[in-house]
């Protein structure tokens, strides 16, 4: 069973197009995250929620909107896309906020914007 | 500011033999945790151990340990007994003041 999953896999799309990435977990954690890993392989948190409410807005631009429909979905919307938004995106779930709270990751999304 | 750093941009190491990748970091949140995930040429990343700063102990899972030093801020992976299969990319990570933080990572090369 997957523990964390994602959609699309595979994501190629025009500049200024709008795109939506899914993720679900299946562990029963409270806290969802999204991080953006670029070319030169640099992973660095986009944000995080805990029990639906946004805790962590890393100065992301609002061009990229996460929603938290309930505890175990993290969805994040991307409008007017950019060349610079190629990236792979991952979605990880930990069960606490805290140190102690291990992150586990989705397989990513790999956006091209063309 | 909390910062992690690997020095190491890649390595190489015999098949069998144990290799160990470096990780310092820096922070002043009193409480704080240390992670080690791989990245396998297929993208996933994968959760391989962790450390808590309160720890005493170092931590061990399998053919993996953290060799934790606190006094000098650094969070080393030892792999024993290197198989081909750990060949990837290994991220050195610390939680602190809410959000997990990553080293640029290090690429393991085993050779037969």
């Known amino acids: 069973d997957t523990a964390v999953s994602q959609t699309p896999k595979y994501l190629v799309t025009q500049m200024g197009n709008d795109k939506s990435i899914k993720c679900e977990q299946n562990?029963?954690?409270?806290?969802m995250y999204w991080y953006k890993q670029d070319s030169k392989k640099f992973l660095k948190i986009m944000f995080s929620?805990?029990?639906?409410?946004?805790?962590i807005n890393e100065t992301v631009p609002n061009r990229f909107s996460p929603k938290s429909p309930d505890k175990a979905h993290l969805n994040l919307h991307i409008n007017s896309l950019e060349l610079g938004d190629s990236a792979v995106y991952f979605c990880?779930?930990?069960?606490?906020?805290?140190?102690?709270?291990?992150?586990?990751f989705g397989p990513g999304t790999r956006l091209l914007v063309l | 500011a909390q910062k992690i750093t690997q020095t190491q941009p890649g390595m190489f190491v015999q098949e069998k033999e144990a290799v160990t990748l470096d990780c310092t970091y820096d922070?002043?949140?009193?409480?704080?945790?240390l992670f080690w995930y791989k990245q396998p040429s297929s993208g996933e990343m994968i959760f391989l151990i962790y450390?808590?700063?309160?720890?005493?102990q170092n931590a061990t899972e399998g053919r993996y340990s953290l060799n934790f030093q606190k006094a000098r801020k650094s969070a080393n992976l030892v792999i024993s007994a290197s198989q081909l299969g750990d060949s990837a990319m290994y991220f050195c990570?610390?939680?602190?003041?809410?959000?997990?933080?990553f080293g640029q990572g290090t690429i393991l090369t085993v050779h037969p």
């Open positions: 562990l029963g954690h409270d806290t």
């Open positions: 929620y805990n029990n639906k409410e946004l805790i």
């Open positions: 922070t002043s949140d009193p409480s704080y945790g």
């Open positions: 990570a610390m939680f602190s003041y809410g959000k997990l933080t």
């Open positions: 990880a779930s930990s069960q606490a906020i805290g140190q102690e709270g291990t992150q586990y």
């Open positions: 450390q808590g700063s309160y720890d005493q």
